[in-house]
């Protein structure tokens, strides 16, 4: 199976392409970017596939990173994801960007408590943390640090992400073993890749992961849920670049997920 990973939900634009027995991606580009994200992603996909032999007829299955992150950013990465997998006939999976943040970590954590999280300002971060053997323990929540950290038990814990020094600095005051690995903004494709290849998409659907409301909302009125993403136009043939202009865990698969790639894909996208 060859997969395209797409992420837009941070701050960062990346697509890769990988072989479902490959030890390194056919292709793959990462820009870190605030803003912009529309206009770039469709021009950096085209420059992956461009490097793959077959170009977009040989993709079988699109894996999107669909967030927490950016309400904006996890709609662009959704539609160019979901009109891309229309246009090579091809399946689409989401995958968490905590499940990818911690995926490298896993196989080295011997007993330590992996916990990816994200900066989601105002003293509280995304958080979700996996066992060594890559079962969810705590599953994707927007919290304070506190909350955080007494959900994790007592240690030892590996941080990475955005929000790690802020999770670091409670778990220090309370005596917690912590190592921050990297506090590094966004996943690394690759690990979008992986995880979308060990996922199934009736358990990890391509929809948007919202773990908090939108920050701008109409005077007198509640929040509304985040709307659906709507696609761009699909290109007409499936080897054709595509138009230069995408809460809680699914649950998991009790008697299917064996590997730490397993477990982490099978709980990426539902809030």
Same mark, same amino acid.
């Given at each position: 199976?060859?997969?395209?990973?797409?992420?837009?939900?941070?701050?960062?634009?990346?697509?890769?392409?990988?072989?479902?027995?490959?030890?390194?991606?056919?292709?793959?580009?990462?820009?870190?970017?605030? *803003?912009?994200?529309?206009?770039?992603?469709?021009?950096?996909?085209e420059?992956?596939?461009?490097?793959?032999?077959?170009?977009?007829?040989?993709?079988? *299955?699109?894996?999107?990173?669909?967030?927490?992150?950016?309400?904006?950013?996890? *709609?662009?990465?959704?539609?160019?994801?979901?009109?891309?997998?229309?246009?090579?006939?091809?399946?689409?999976v989401?995958?968490?960007t905590?499940?990818?943040?911690?995926?490298?970590?896993?196989?080295?954590?011997?007993?330590?408590?992996?916990?990816?999280?994200?900066?989601? *300002?105002?003293?509280?971060?995304?958080?979700?943390?996996?066992?060594?053997?890559?079962?969810?323990l705590?599953?994707?929540?927007?919290?304070?640090?506190?909350?955080?950290?007494?959900?994790?038990?007592?240690?030892?814990?590996?941080?990475?992400?955005?929000?790690?020094?802020l999770?670091?600095?409670?778990?220090?005051?309370?005596?917690?073993?912590?190592?921050?690995?990297?506090?590094?903004?966004?996943?690394?494709?690759?690990?979008?890749?992986r995880?979308?290849?060990?996922?199934?998409?009736?358990?990890?659907?391509?929809?948007?992961?919202?773990?908090?409301?939108?920050d701008?909302?109409?005077?007198?009125?509640?929040?509304?849920?985040?709307?659906?993403?709507?696609?761009?136009?699909?290109?007409?043939?499936?080897?054709?670049?595509?138009?230069?202009?995408?809460?809680?865990?699914?649950?998991?698969?009790?008697?299917?997920?064996?590997?730490?790639?397993?477990?982490?894909?099978?709980?990426?996208?539902?809030?």
């Amino acid at each position: 199976m060859r997969i395209l990973a797409i992420d837009t939900a941070l701050p960062a634009v990346s697509a890769c392409v990988l072989d479902h027995d490959a030890e390194q991606p056919l292709a793959s580009e990462t820009i870190a970017m605030e *803003r912009g994200h529309a206009e770039a992603i469709m021009p950096l996909i085209e420059r992956v596939m461009s490097k793959v032999d077959g170009g977009f007829s040989t993709i079988d *299955r699109v894996a999107v990173a669909v967030g927490p992150g950016s309400f904006t950013g996890i *709609r662009i990465g959704l539609a160019a994801g979901q009109a891309i997998a229309l246009a090579c006939k091809a399946e689409v999976v989401g995958v968490s960007t905590l499940a990818a943040l911690a995926a490298p970590l896993i196989l080295d954590a011997a007993d330590s408590v992996v916990a990816a999280a994200i900066d989601a *300002r105002h003293g509280k971060v995304f958080v979700a943390a996996f066992g060594p053997d890559g079962r969810p323990l705590l599953t994707p929540r927007r919290a304070g640090a506190h909350e955080a950290l007494r959900a994790l038990g007592d240690g030892p814990l590996l941080l990475i992400g955005s929000g790690a020094e802020l999770l670091a600095k409670e778990a220090r005051s309370c005596g917690m073993a912590v190592k921050i690995v990297s506090e590094q903004a966004a996943p690394d494709i690759e690990f979008v890749a992986r995880l979308g290849l060990a996922a199934k998409p009736e358990t990890a659907p391509a929809k948007p992961l919202y773990l908090k409301e939108p920050d701008v909302t109409i005077a007198g009125k509640p929040p509304e849920a985040a709307p659906a993403p709507e696609a761009p136009p699909a290109p007409a043939e499936a080897d054709a670049a595509p138009p230069t202009a995408l809460a809680e865990t699914a649950p998991e698969s009790s008697a299917q997920t064996i590997t730490p790639s397993e477990k982490l894909a099978s709980a990426p996208a539902q809030a």
